[in-house]
């Protein structure tokens, strides 16, 4: 099925609805935007200004409305990222049709159970 939709950024007020449901296992997270039960999260390290820094890409699979954060590590750490290691993967950069391809990607991963990755602390 192909159908025109315009990927965006969750709203403060939607970003709020996502952190009450934080302690739900995430298929029983419900995305505000479209009510579809499901939401995902990706994760990845890297080395930030100052320490290890933890980055996050939360989204819906459904209408792919996606938010981005990160943060200070704080001896965490994310024991795998197929994105990293596949130099193919998109990288989400440009317009619409690349987040599109970045979101589906991330997708596949989900479907193949690679994600979410654990994260455990040192
Ligand atoms: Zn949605």
Same mark, same amino acid.
């Given at each position: 099925?192909?159908?025109?939709?315009?990927?965006?950024?969750?709203?403060?007020?939607?970003?709020?609805?996502?952190?009450?449901?934080?302690? *739900?296992?995430?298929?029983?997270?419900?995305?505000?935007?479209?009510?579809?039960?499901?939401?995902?999260?990706?994760?990845?390290?890297?080395?930030?200004?100052?320490?290890?820094?933890?980055?996050?890409?939360?989204?819906?699979?459904?209408?792919?409305?996606?938010?981005?954060?990160? @943060?200070?590590? *704080? @001896?965490?750490?994310?024991?795998?990222?197929?994105?990293?290691?596949?130099?193919?993967?998109?990288? @989400?950069?440009?317009?619409?049709?690349?987040?599109?391809?970045?979101?589906?990607?991330?997708?596949?991963?989900?479907?193949?159970?690679? *994600?979410?990755?654990?994260?455990?602390?040192?």
């Amino acid at each position: 099925m192909v159908y025109k939709r315009s990927i965006r950024v969750y709203s403060e007020e939607e970003k709020e609805a996502l952190r009450a449901q934080k302690d *739900l296992p995430p298929e029983e997270q419900q995305c505000p935007v479209c009510g579809a039960l499901g939401i995902r999260r990706y994760f990845t390290m890297f080395e930030g200004r100052t320490q290890p820094t933890i980055g996050s890409q939360t989204w819906c699979p459904v209408c792919h409305t996606f938010t981005g954060s990160t @943060g200070p590590a *704080l @001896g965490r750490v994310v024991e795998s990222d197929p994105m990293k290691d596949d130099p193919d993967a998109p990288r @989400g950069e440009g317009g619409q049709a690349a987040m599109e391809a970045f979101f589906s990607y991330l997708d596949r991963l989900w479907d193949k159970g690679l *994600l979410p990755q654990r994260i455990t602390r040192r």
